[in-house]
């Protein structure tokens, strides 16, 4: 077991009192889905997406992609995840947002099946992050780690 020297723990203690202090209508509802409230979760989730969150339209998206506490809709999570890559920012769940909509063309679930964008989404992801998922999607898809 590795343990933390007093300067980590209490660089873990600020980011977790942090995290508690946020009260925007994202960091509730990603505590609600951590907490299994769906309910919660998707309500504070629409509030961040109609404010123009682009990390709320990710999690919205997964929502819909998994059914949790909604009616699974794959097309809406693939707007969800269009909507969260028009909007942009430099966090990781763009990076999951180009990777999810890969998933959607690659299957063709909510969206028509088109191996082409697939490979480009996954592309974007990679260059955005390096997705690790994103670059095992494009080995199924027969690409190599390209």
Do not use: P, W
């Not at 009260?23 to 299994?36: E, H, I, K, N, Y």
């Not at 990710?58 to 999570?77: E, N």
């Amino acid at each position: 077991m590795i343990k933390m020297n007093n300067q980590e723990n209490n660089e873990l203690q600020q980011l977790y009192e942090a995290e508690m202090a946020d009260q925007s209508a994202f960091a509730r509802g990603r505590r609600a889905l951590f907490d299994d409230d769906y309910e919660q979760a998707q309500q504070c989730f629409r509030q961040a997406v109609s404010e123009g969150h682009a990390e709320a339209m990710t999690f919205l998206g997964y929502m819909y992609r998994r059914g949790l506490g909604v009616r699974r809709d794959d097309a809406k999570a693939a707007v969800l995840y269009r909507q969260a890559i028009n909007t942009g920012g430099d966090t990781l769940l763009t990076s999951v947002a180009y990777n999810n909509l890969g998933v959607l063309f690659m299957k063709g679930e909510g969206v028509a099946k088109n191996l082409i964008k697939a490979k480009e989404l996954f592309l974007q992801a990679i260059s955005f992050d390096g997705s690790e998922d994103s670059k095992r999607h494009l080995k199924e898809l027969g690409y190599g780690n390209n």
